[in-house]
């Protein structure tokens, strides 16, 4: 049976001006079809933007949300291109993808929302559901349980979500997170707060007292750099329970292009395995990937537009 090579684009909400570079890479990669993990687009125009660059390659486009689009404007944008191209797929509806040798299995949404509507978790009513919130926006309830009756071959299954499942390693896995927490227990882009500290200090200090005093100055504005894994716990428990081991996320910046297998141990790209956890790149940093499957094995491929 042929190698099917899906590129992988997600998290391009902040820069979005690396699309059309990683669009025209995985063009000249000859890959068969796309999928767009989240964080596609902050705003309805946005997403329009990213539909219409990746319409170019004219190829099976699925289509999910992370944590950044808004039901309102993702459902609005994503329906009318959908109308228009017949390649264009939204997973939400077809959470399922059956092909030959394996199958897609998508989990929209993300279990932290940054000004999008798509939540995902364990929620006791089997369903997925759009609810009203109390500011009278949409909310779509995206369930980690439909993962119970979507999944009928483990072996076969790959899952596709913006957010990875937890792991316990923070040297290698695909759910490192660094992030800084204020006092009142806001937490926000350790990489953001990193930055504007150094922009406050570098003209008083030089690198080597920057990199030194960096968590006390920090500390000194009211927030705590941190380390963490933190993917999601149910998530965990579902890919285990269910017998998947092999699964796409995005969603941590810092993690872009790691990939490694259920234990954590690193999985070398091009290498045809059974068992991998890939953060595919987020496009913001001029990165995607491309999965390639040969029955029940995968390999990956990192694209970075920057080299
Ligand atoms: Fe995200």
């Not at 609810?131 to 993962?147: A, P």
């Not at 040297?171 to 500290?197: L, M, N």
Request: glycine share 6%; charged share 25%.
């Amino acid at each position: 049976m042929a190698i099917t090579k899906y590129g992988i684009i997600s998290d391009i909400h902040k820069k979005p001006e690396y699309l059309d570079q990683i669009v025209n890479k995985l063009k000249v990669e000859e890959i068969d079809k796309l999928i767009l993990n989240g964080d596609i687009g902050d705003s309805w125009l946005k997403i329009f933007r990213t539909l219409e660059v990746v319409s170019k390659l004219d190829i099976e486009t699925y289509i999910q949300p992370g944590s950044h689009e808004s039901v309102e404007d993702y459902s609005n944008v994503v329906f009318s291109f959908c109308n228009k191209y017949s390649n264009f797929i939204d997973v939400i509806k077809n959470q399922k993808i059956e092909n030959k040798d394996h199958d897609l299995v998508f989990l929209p949404g993300s279990d932290f929302l940054a000004g999008g509507g798509y939540l995902l978790g364990d929620f006791e009513e089997w369903d997925n559901a759009v609810c009203k919130t109390q500011s009278d926006e949409f909310n779509y309830l995206s369930n980690i349980r439909v993962l119970d009756t979507l999944v009928s071959d483990p072996d076969k299954t790959i899952s596709i979500c913006h957010v990875p499942r937890k792991f316990n390693d923070l040297d290698s896995s695909v759910d490192y997170a660094y992030f800084a927490e204020s006092a009142t227990g806001i937490v926000t882009s350790g990489e953001v707060i990193e930055k504007a500290v150094r922009r406050e200090y570098s003209s008083h200090m030089n690198k080597l007292q920057l990199d030194r005093n960096l968590d006390k100055l920090a500390f000194s504005h009211g927030f705590t750099f941190k380390r963490e894994n933190r993917g999601n716990e149910e998530l965990a428990k579902s890919y285990e329970s269910n017998g998947i081991t092999k699964a796409i996320s995005g969603h941590f910046h810092e993690s872009s292009h790691r990939a490694h297998d259920s234990n954590s141990i690193l999985v070398p790209e091009g290498q045809f395995t059974d068992n991998l956890f890939y953060n595919s790149g987020a496009a913001d940093y001029g990165l995607a990937g491309i999965l390639c499957v040969d029955g029940n094995k995968v390999a990956y491929k990192n694209i970075n537009v920057k080299h």
